[in-house]
């Protein structure tokens, strides 16, 4: 299972959605933000920003009250890979950022990605590893089932087709496999970078050229 740490972690398992709210992070079934890094995200309703503000507020994870009521074994995969999320930016913050890019990008560059983004390495590796806590919480045959009855939804079928294959176990190493993605497509990504940062101040300090020459996340975030 996982070791949360006790201190500078915030979770919110919310009695509303907002599905129509202006800031679309709010639209998503859940998340995860590092706001010591990334500060308060101003436009959030007045309850999620009053935790946000508080000067112990490291990180703050996200559930929708959609999720908080689905299915058990539905609402323990989402939380288990936000949670996933949340250990690898306290593990390795610059891989985050680098998979938030390619969260941002990715489906820019190439339109065959599907929506839930399961072609994105770090967002298969919190599924990878929310099945190994399904499976071990509910057992082989109900996560697989669970599976196959995502896939009944055709926006989610790509997605069950991979996850039925998958095993947590096996060895995967998400940071080699993000920057083998990043530098594939290199170029790409480099004009949507500079795009981002221009327009929207974002992801300014990320290095691409610099990554993939060294191939490794360094210095250059």
């Not at 959605?17 to 890094?37: G, S, T």
């Not at 949670?83 to 930016?89: A, E, I, S, V």
């Not at 057992?139 to 998958?166: S, T």
């Not at 974002?202 to 975030?221: H, P, Q, V, Y």
Request: with cysteine; aromatic share 10%.
């Amino acid at each position: 299972m996982m070791k949360i740490p006790a201190d500078g972690i915030y979770i919110l398992f919310d009695d509303s959605d907002y599905e129509d709210h202006p800031n679309a992070i709010f639209r998503k079934q859940a998340f995860h933000m590092n706001i010591k890094v990334g500060g308060v995200e101003e436009m959030s309703p007045e309850h999620i920003l009053a935790i946000m503000d508080k000067p112990d507020c490291e990180h703050f994870v996200w559930v929708s009250k959609r999720i908080g009521k689905s299915e058990h074994i539905h609402f323990a995969w989402v939380y288990s890979h936000e949670l996933q999320h949340l250990l690898r930016d306290i593990s390795c913050h610059k891989l985050s950022i680098v998979g938030h890019f390619l969260n941002v990008t990715y489906g820019l560059i190439d339109p065959k990605v599907t929506r839930y983004y399961i072609d994105i390495p770090t967002e298969f590796d919190c599924d990878r590893r929310a099945k190994g806590i399904v499976t071990e919480i509910f057992g082989q045959e109900k996560c697989d089932r669970h599976i196959l009855n995502q896939g009944q939804n055709p926006d989610r079928k790509d997605w069950a087709e991979r996850m039925q294959d998958v095993e947590p176990s096996a060895l995967f190493d998400v940071e080699r496999e993000t920057l083998d993605l990043l530098c594939q497509h290199k170029e790409p990504f480099k004009a949507q970078q500079r795009y981002l940062c221009k327009e929207e101040g974002m992801f300014c300090d990320l290095d691409i050229e610099e990554i993939c020459a060294k191939r490794s996340l360094g210095n250059a975030i």
